[in-house]
């Protein structure tokens, strides 16, 4: 049986290779800041601020997850994946953390 999007496995899945990426506190945490930042605060402050400030908060979520990445060491999804696609190397889990990655034992 195929694997729908809303089947629990589905979720499951994307979830756990979510928290493999992010594993660092540091990392965690601002992601808890930074998406709904620029998922949700962002589209909302359309409805009561002008569109540079909405612009300017999706930016900053977008800078937190970044930095995140940058502190521990792996590339951020969107940028994998666009990666992977040109057939570029990424990073997707940090090698610290990446129990496939021989060189770091």
């Not at 694997?3 to 990392?27: C, D, K, M, V, Y």
């Not at 502190?71 to 951020?76: I, P, R, V, W, Y």
Request: charged content about 15%; proline content about 9%.
């Amino acid at each position: 049986m195929k694997a729908t999007i809303s089947s629990p496995g589905f979720l499951r899945r994307r979830l756990e290779g979510w928290r493999l990426r992010h594993q660092l506190p540091f990392n965690f945490w601002i992601h808890m800041i930074g998406i709904p930042l620029a998922l949700i605060v962002a589209p909302l402050s359309l409805l009561v601020l002008e569109w540079p400030w909405a612009l300017g908060l999706f930016v900053s979520g977008y800078l937190l997850q970044w930095l995140g990445h940058r502190a521990e060491g792996n590339d951020l999804g969107e940028w994998a994946a666009i990666k992977r696609l040109l057939g570029l190397p990424y990073v997707g889990i940090a090698p610290q953390w990446n129990p496939d990655d021989p060189s770091r034992l």
